[in-house]
């Protein structure tokens, strides 16, 4: 296994300068900053640790958690009347187990508040049969069951509407490709091997090409046309496939049912919003309409979708509690742990992001049941609106630390505003200095196996040595990389320490990561568990040393793509342009950016 010997290897290349031998950390206020010295040996309270884990695993009540969410309370996409109840019930559950100024904070404006409140559909001719499916996110209602004949058709761009020009009228659309069905000849269920492990410990050196997320909003922006044209045309309804899952995981009942199936990335606001209903169905389902539609077979369908809105100008809000800091030099100072509490709305959110969220409720019930005095404040956050863009994160960020300015480029306001380019240097706020870390769960229902540093080398000797008593529970890797696509990229990105824990994958990329089948059944118990007892650990560490944790580099998003420009005299005897020539006569007078 490769775990903590990485780090102990990084921890030898480390200049001698930032880990005397003989030198005692300093609690500054500033501790954090990057050159500070750090004390080459953690105190570690290991009855604490004992403590923890006997709370964690021992007396666990995570399960209860789990299911007064994702039973209880059910789906909770942005802005629906399900989120406001998760809202509410997080934050008082958080003040029944002790905290102090337990809130909801409120982070803007997001959308329209939708429901699902019921949606079936079966061909009922030239034969019968019920078929698997959900309607997309923010898709209108039927108002009402319709029936009509079913077409396949196939748009690649918008050259492709002129040939189905007055032909939609009345019919239920079948709309997305036939995909291959393989079959499932690998486990949709697996765990992090060793070989798995040692692979990602290790540091991809290789650039990554291309912008997937673009070309995935690009792809988006096409089927806003394509909707608004189906609707321009009278179809009745839009039927699209389910997509894939790992391992071929994407049938046999599971349909994948977020975004990519909605005409539109931003198809939660009025201005954007969809204009036809619309369900996923089972590829299996589709299949058979789409190969008797092939066949020239005259295909007639029945449906229901029964959708309620409810407002167009819904807020999102954040859960927040804490656990106050006791030592009157360090109170102030904060370690964060948090999840997303938003899903999506075809099962109940379990996997995504219940477990991380119910995780987090755990370590704050853990360390409050110890009665701990932590020398830093312990605060909990729990988000909505990450699955359309990590909105609560981000704002909950950028009102109380810092924020990048970003661009309002005509072609950038299309994007969400996290999404879009630096347009200045980090401009940060009194408590950026306060925040030690933030640590985050979002990968399912797996157990802890070990943390991403998002490349804080200086970190690494510290995690080793928090992580080696932990190593009996399967936690053993630390690995240099980034990882992306959850709530701590809104802390990583204005240089505050964010993290998200490495978990076992289990069958969340091939089966539950926003599908149908994202239910209590899919969580694990022992798994919970044992991640409650990690997180709480590494926030008890963070929040009782004597040191804020270290920090990386002050960033600088904003100079990335000058950074990245190439180099204008590295061939010998080039001529330079009369670009490069203005530029050389009058160099720039914009000083670098200051922190």
């Not at 499932?184 to 540091?203: I, M």
């Not at 505050?496 to 994202?518: A, C, E, K, V």
């Amino acid at each position: 296994m490769q775990s903590v010997r990485l780090a102990c290897a990084l921890l030898l290349c480390f200049p001698v300068s930032l880990f005397p031998a003989d030198k005692k950390a300093t609690s500054a206020p500033n501790a954090a900053s990057p050159g500070i010295v750090q004390a080459q040996r953690e105190n570690l309270d290991y009855s604490m640790y004992q403590r923890i884990r006997d709370k964690a695993i021992g007396h666990s009540h995570i399960m209860e958690s789990a299911s007064g969410l994702m039973d209880g309370i059910g789906p909770r996409l942005t802005g629906s009347p399900n989120a406001k109840r998760t809202n509410e019930w997080t934050r008082d559950q958080l003040t029944a187990m002790g905290c102090s100024n337990a809130h909801l904070e409120d982070w803007g404006e997001f959308g329209m508040g939708w429901q699902q409140l019921n949606t079936w559909v079966r061909m009922s001719s030239p034969d019968t049969a019920v078929f698997i499916a959900q309607a997309s996110p923010w898709s209108p209602s039927t108002n009402g069951p319709v029936t009509a004949p079913a077409i396949w058709i196939d748009l690649k761009d918008e050259k492709d509407f002129d040939k189905y020009k007055g032909k939609l009228a009345g019919k239920i659309v079948l709309y997305g490709e036939m995909r291959e069905v393989k079959p499932v000849d690998k486990a949709l269920f697996s765990h992090l091997e060793d070989d798995d492990l040692r692979k990602l410990a290790e540091y991809p050196l290789a650039k990554r090409e291309g912008d997937s997320f673009q070309q995935f909003l690009k792809r988006l922006e096409f089927r806003e046309k394509v909707g608004k044209f189906f609707a321009d045309e009278k179809a009745v309804a839009v039927l699209v496939p389910s997509r894939d899952g790992r391992n071929n995981g994407g049938s046999g009942g599971t349909i994948f049912d977020d975004t990519g199936s909605t005409f539109g990335w931003f198809v939660y606001r009025r201005d954007h919003a969809s204009l036809i209903p619309s369900a996923v169905i089972a590829i299996e389902n589709f299949g058979r309409v789409y190969r008797l539609l092939k066949a020239h077979v005259p295909v007639n369908i029945e449906m229901n979708i029964d959708t309620k809105f409810t407002g167009d100008h819904e807020h999102g809000f954040d859960t927040i509690a804490e656990i106050p800091g006791t030592d009157p030099h360090l109170k102030d100072q904060v370690v964060m742990v948090g999840g997303h509490l938003d899903s999506w709305a075809s099962a109940t959110g379990a996997t995504d992001n219940g477990a991380g969220a119910v995780v987090a409720m755990e370590v704050i019930r853990i360390l409050n049941a110890l009665q701990v005095k932590p020398k830093r404040t312990i605060r909990i956050g729990l988000w909505t609106g990450e699955e359309q863009g990590e909105f609560g994160s981000y704002n909950y960020v950028k009102n109380h630390f810092g924020f990048i300015p970003r661009s309002n480029q005509p072609d950038q306001l299309k994007l969400t505003e996290f999404d879009r380019k630096p347009a200045g240097p980090v401009e940060t706020k009194p408590d950026y200095q306060k925040l030690s870390a933030y640590f985050n769960l979002d990968n399912g229902s797996g157990r802890i196996r070990g943390i991403y540093l998002q490349e804080n080398a200086a970190v690494a000797p510290i995690f080793a040595q928090w992580m080696e008593p932990l190593r009996d529970l399967g936690v053993t890797t630390i690995t240099m990389r980034n990882t992306g696509g959850t709530d701590h990229e809104a802390f990583d990105a204005i240089g505050i320490p964010g993290f998200q824990f490495i978990q076992d994958r289990l069958d969340y990329g091939s089966r539950t990561h926003h599908s149908n089948m994202d239910t209590y059944e899919r969580l694990q118990d022992e798994d919970l568990a044992q991640a409650a007892a990690v997180e709480a650990i590494f926030v008890y560490n963070a929040a009782t040393r004597e040191q804020m944790l270290p920090r990386k580099a002050f960033p600088h998003p904003e100079l990335e793509e000058q950074r990245n420009a190439p180099l204008k005299s590295a061939m010998p005897g080039a001529e330079i342009q009369e670009k490069d020539a203005k530029e050389k006569a009058q160099p720039s007078e914009q000083a670098r950016p200051s922190q």
